[in-house]
């Protein structure tokens, strides 16, 4: 039987005017009755991946809520491609869309549809749309005229018999950083590099109690990236190896420094911001957690002081450190971390040191802007999937997956991506373990930290987190409710957990208060598992809450020492407290769900392999059965655009050098 949406909260507030201005959102009409509006969802770049030699293309159907489409890869001649794109040949995309019922392709002219990077046109009459591509040239540039340069380096390189060459490549980064400018080209030759002491950077750089390994200090610019990535006509990834690389570095004097492994920065301290480079392709691990006999992770990939970087299609795992980070000590913007696995991060020491070890920790000065991780997964690392507590700049959480976070897996590295199963009693649990921690500062009992006069209103969306022994998703003590756009939570101990705290500077302890000015649409939580299917300390009456199907759970709000511990002449109560403090009132899932709505709930389908260009996985893990579910809701569902924040991808990073 078909099932219908029961709004949650009778609070009807239009959500564009909640967007920031820095992540408009599409101009959208909702069609009346009788009313068939134009479609004008109309940038089709993230939904169609450019071709790329060696890459099998991808005949995906694209669908919105305006319409959908489907894609023929085509040469020029009209030809259908067999096999893998070629290097120095055009290609064409030749998609046929159709309109959704209410909306009509009716009034569109022959370049309204665009795709960056390529040139669209589109035919009126029997609605396909042309796409071509420029060829794309693989090859050593010995003498470019526009100065752009072509570099190698491989697992056999010699940075002093090498000159850079396919054929005489270096074999160390910073042997390319003495040359590297805007617009090269770094291509890293497949296979296994062994990072030391004896061939890491001398001096390294030592940064907020860690030492490097590698660093990157050489800026490109908004026209000019520069680009280091995977070779395309080697079928090994590149795999960097630090576990021969330790922070005991001989002559620093310092033997408890955390040890690290890439840091994005310039200077010898750090200090110079490093702008526009774009990491593709490659793995890194075995980076060490700690040489000194107590302490917290390392850092496997560090931004310092470094903003407008492309992070992509990379795996960080087996390490004691974060995959991917960001200083909270230095502002770090408009990065983009994109198609990137995290996994197995955590310590192998007795007892183990997990500390932070999350997958993708974002973590902003103040001065930051937004940063955006899209199309990631995190799962196994010690403490979180995702965390940007302590962050004052936005993070964007963009059709990402969590799972198991909070357990580790067997007690050393593993070695290579081989693990195909989610097995919960095959694991140890470990630290947070939540999936994704949007937000907070510091908290514990009989602690306050300083806190922002106004925190950022971090943003997760059409994501999914199974598994997770704490949350799935985590306000964490944001000082506000956050952005939650068509999400999926199942088997997580605690699905949702939406818990806030206020401003507080004045006392000498901490506010656990029901979530205020909260964005909540499209969300589910599927019953079943170790959960009952609900959402936490979730304050329906302040925010706006619609469209979701989950179990409001009546925890009601803990206060440390009741509301008279306010200094209220200092800190007037806000409007919304009487209504975030009361208790709440048991809403029944308005859907109705269970388990059998769905397709699959077979959790191991969250480690299909990732499509050839890096993107994520096409799966049936807790995807609605055809028909069962009418609603526009969860992970699963077409993504229209409709909150604002599905171009902030596009906002951030260099250059893209794959579409996703």
């Known amino acids: ?265 310039g200077g010898s301290s750090g200090g110079t911001n490093v702008r526009y480079i774009h990491l593709y392709g490659f793995d890194v691990t075995g980076v060490d957690d700690y040489t000194g006999a107590t302490g917290s992770n390392g850092h496997a990939i560090y931004l310092h002081n470094s903003s407008y970087n492309t992070f992509e299609n990379l795996r960080v795992y087996g390490n004691g450190a974060t995959a991917i980070s960001t200083s909270a000590s230095n502002v770090c913007s408009y990065n983009l971390i994109k198609n990137c696995d995290a996994w197995d991060n955590h310590s192998v020491r007795n007892p183990p040191m997990d500390g932070n070890c999350d997958g993708f920790g974002i973590h902003t000065a103040n001065g930051s802007s937004f940063n955006v991780v899209y199309g990631c997964r995190a799962w196994n690392n010690a403490d979180d999937g995702y965390d940007c507590i302590n962050s004052y700049g936005q993070v964007i959480y963009d059709h990402c997956w969590a799972a198991y976070n909070g357990y580790f897996y067997g007690n050393g590295y593993s070695e290579e991506y081989k693990r195909t199963v989610l097995d919960r009693t095959n694991m140890t649990r470990s630290r947070d373990g939540n999936g994704f921690k949007n937000g907070g500062w510091n908290m514990g009992n009989g602690a306050v930290s300083a806190t922002p006069a106004t925190a950022p209103k971090m943003v997760v969306r059409y994501s999914l987190a199974i598994g997770n022994p704490n949350a799935g998703l985590q306000n964490n003590y944001q000082l506000n409710g956050g952005r939650w756009f068509y999400n999926t939570a199942h088997n997580n101990v605690c699905d949702i957990r939406m818990v806030s705290r206020w401003n507080e500077t004045d006392i000498g302890s901490y506010f656990q208060i029901n979530a205020y000015d909260t964005v909540m649409i499209g969300n589910v939580v599927i019953p079943g598992g170790v959960s009952a299917g609900g959402v936490e300390y979730l304050d329906v009456d302040s925010g706006i809450v619609e469209n979701n199907s989950f179990i409001l759970m009546d925890n009601g709000a803990i206060i440390s020492h009741g509301r008279n511990s306010r200094n209220t002449s200092l800190y007037p109560n806000p409007p919304e407290y009487e209504s975030s403090h009361r208790k709440l009132d048991i809403v029944q899932n308005p859907l109705d769900l269970t388990t059998n709505d769905f397709i699959s709930i077979d959790e191991n389908l969250f480690l299909t392999p990732r499509k050839p260009d890096g993107s994520l996985p096409e799966t049936d893990l807790c995807r609605p059965k055809p028909g069962t579910i009418t609603a526009h809701i969860g992970y699963t569902a077409p993504d229209a655009n409709a909150d604002g924040f599905g171009d902030a991808w596009k906002k951030a990073g260099a250059k893209p050098l794959i579409q996703p």
């Open 1 to 265: 039987m078909k099932k219908s949406v029961l709004l949650i909260s009778a609070v009807f507030i239009a959500v564009l005017a909640i967007v920031l201005a820095s992540c408009p959102a599409d101009s959208t009409h909702t069609p009346k009755p009788g009313d068939d509006t134009v479609v004008n969802l109309l940038d089709l770049t993230r939904f169609i991946t450019a071709p790329f030699p060696n890459w099998t293309p991808d005949g995906k159907k694209i669908e919105t809520a305006q319409y959908t489409a489907t894609i023929q890869w085509q040469t020029m001649s009209g030809a259908p491609v067999s096999g893998a794109f070629a290097e120095d040949t055009q290609y064409k995309a030749v998609i046929t869309v159709t309109a959704k019922p209410r909306y009509t392709l009716n009034g569109l002219s022959s370049n309204s549809f665009t795709v960056d990077g390529a040139e669209a046109g589109f035919n009126t009459a029997t609605g396909v749309l042309t796409v071509v591509y420029p060829a794309i040239h693989i090859s050593v540039l010995e003498d470019d005229p526009s100065g752009k340069r072509v570099y190698f380096l491989a697992p056999d390189g010699d940075d002093t018999a090498g000159n850079g060459t396919i054929d005489a490549p270096w074999f160390t980064f910073k042997k390319v950083q003495t040359v590297v400018k805007p617009g090269d080209t770094v291509y890293l030759r497949g296979g296994k590099y062994i990072i030391d002491n004896a061939n890491s950077d001398n001096p390294p750089v030592n940064v907020n109690s860690a030492q490097f390994a590698v660093q990157f200090s050489v800026s490109g610019t908004a026209e000019n990236p520069i680009t280091y990535m995977a070779y395309p006509k080697d079928e090994e990834r590149p795999l960097f190896d630090f576990s021969g690389y330790t922070s005991n570095w001989t002559g620093s004097g310092n033997a408890t420094l955390r040890t690290g492994a890439i840091f994005i920065g």
